[in-house]
Nanobody
Framework: QVQLVESGGGLVQPGGSLRLACVAS????????MGWYRQAPGKQRELVAT???????NYADFVKGRFTISRDNAKSTVYLEMNDLAPEDTAVYYC?????????WGQGTQVTVSS
């Protein structure tokens, strides 16, 4: 059973930066893509960024060059570097791993952007 554990969330002031990490463990898996999604209170979960097993990346429009997704295959880890954070980025950020047969989700990490 694959487990995803996110870390790196917290409270940051507007304009600040955070780096989220998601470690995958629990067995061998051939992933198609890993990614980050977020869900703000009262809103649906939305895509933030994804990265495939061939390192193709995809970003939501609201990222606007502020966020960067990357991965370290040796560490089974995917990162999300977030810069120039704004209050509207406040949400629970979830890690996602998609294989050919199943999709896994982490428990989420809270990101709060406030002065």
């Amino acid at each position: 059973q694959v487990q995803l554990v996110e870390s790196g969330g917290g409270l940051v002031q507007p304009g600040g930066s955070l780096r989220l990490a998601c470690v995958a463990s629990g067995g061998k898996f051939n992933f198609v893509a890993m990614g980050w999604y977020r869900q703000a209170p009262g809103k649906q979960r939305e895509l933030v960024a994804t990265i495939t097993n061939t390192d193709n990346t995809n970003y939501a429009d609201f990222v606007k060059g502020r966020f960067t997704i990357s991965r370290d295959n040796a560490k089974s880890t995917v990162y999300l570097e977030m810069n120039d954070l704004a209050p509207e980025d406040t949400a629970v950020y979830y890690c996602n791993l998609r294989t050919y047969v199943i999709t896994y989700w982490g428990q989420g990490t809270q990101v709060t952007v406030s002065s």
